[in-house]
């Protein structure tokens, strides 16, 4: 939340992006990124160049509801005028969420703990025109129940190398993954069985939130493309291509190739960084 | 519903569409509108030129969850034949929900006894990027118990000239209009006070859902801009520039000049038709 306080000169800004029309995250020369716009709009406030500090980067078309972005600045503008200024030069398809004082020496990709992504997928026959950008659209109906199972395969910490793409080698592929939860607004017995269009002020038409399905992973890291793969692999499940049981085995394979594909960027949300 | 039984040569068929980058509803010459696109998806997968008809237009910029199509055919493909085969040729901003039979000589627009309209607000003083396709942004906070109040005017049979844009006269202005529900997931008191994002499988980030306010207005038909401009109005009392009981008084004037603005096209959803 904002605060009224003109702090130090170290800030926690969380920002929410829609990927679709961005090139990822991290400045690159000549592309649209979403760094090179905050960077800008910072610029243009505070006549200050920064170059900022984000939790990791999101590829190109992988959207952001929190992710988190550390700056030190010279500048003495409050949190209130940094929260209002940036979003007035900001592009519509990025926006400040909050502006926190944080403590110095504050690094949003360092003293991260945990990363919340949530990846979205859109499962009917028909295409949804509200869900199009933010949802992949898997036509064959999925079984939730076998994906929620597959799923459990994936906590605890374990090395991961099965699920990250060839391209962008880590130096350690071990992670933790603290929870993995396969949320279906049609799923009878689930906690959200209430969530029909008539309780929820929401623009979407009833066939749309029930055939959302969300993949909801935590954990202290990821490796490239990791959780478009665990969504990918999810979805083999789920189609009956592969047994529940197949999820672990293809994990301890160790090898890229045992596991599904990469799923679509546009499905995919940073959701929340943990400090 | 899809139904699988091969009918006469009448289909009632139900339309989603974001109205963004159509102009409109109706075919008009080198412009990109709904019916336009509806009609060559027909002709592609039947070989036949239609000319359909609609529950009534929409403007352009504005979205449909629920359109509803009658089209008189030919064409002997069954409805899960069409419903796939249009969806596979319509572009990706526009989508068939169902395809059901429909009695002979069915009219979208003659036999609607009613539309739900929904006029979604997006009232933080943060911009959305989830949200700014579909709701109007409003910075400042609204009061909705007043917005709620002011609504009631509205109800029933009664000549809503103050409502009407000029340019499109009808006939008559006078309407019924059956319920107006201004909602909000803010609202404690609200059935929704329980969409939480903790019990909402939906990629929303809760300040966006706190701060959503729909406004639900079912009648036998609406004039001109006559949605928007309740819209308008509505939030004119919700910002306390108006009284609640000026709703009334604008209504009994019968004059456009005292109403409030007409909202902005891209809030506003065809949500569903009676028939």
Chains 1, 2 share one sequence.
Not at 48 to 66: I, K, L, Q
């Amino acid at each position: 939340m904002v605060q009224n306080i003109v702090a130090g000169s170290t800030w926690k800004i969380t920002l929410a992006y829609d990927g679709a029309d961005f090139c990822g995250w991290q400045s690159q020369p000549e592309r649209r990124t979403v760094q090179g716009a905050f960077e800008q709009a910072w610029l243009d406030i505070t006549g200050e160049s920064v170059r900022v500090n984000a939790s990791g980067r999101t590829d190109s078309g992988v959207h952001a509801m929190g992710q988190v972005v550390g700056v030190q600045t010279e500048s003495e503008l409050p949190a209130e005028r940094l929260l209002g200024g940036l979003n007035a030069k900001l592009p519509d398809d990025a926006t400040v969420v909050s502006v926190e004082a944080a403590p110095e020496g504050f690094h949003a990709q360092h003293q991260a703990k945990s990363k919340r992504y949530r990846y979205a997928i859109h499962n009917d026959r028909r295409p949804s025109v509200a869900l199009r950008r933010n949802a992949w659209h898997v036509p064959q109906q999925l079984d939730i129940e076998a994906m929620k199972r597959a799923g459990q395969a994936l906590l605890g910490k374990q090395d991961f190398a099965s699920l990250e793409s060839v391209g962008s080698p880590r130096e350690s592929t071990v992670r933790t993954i603290f929870s993995v939860e396969v949320i279906a607004a049609r799923d009878e017995g689930d906690r959200n069985s209430a969530a029909t269009p008539e309780t929820i002020p929401l623009p979407l038409p009833p066939y749309e939130l029930n055939s959302l399905i969300l993949i909801d992973v935590v954990g202290d890291g990821f490796l490239y493309n990791m959780v478009r793969t665990i969504a990918g692999s999810l979805v083999h499940v789920g189609a009956g291509r592969k047994p529940v049981e197949w999820m672990g085995e293809m994990l301890l394979a160790k090898d890229r190739k045992r596991a599904g594909q990469t799923a679509p960027a546009h499905g995919l949300t940073l959701v929340e960084v943990g400090y």
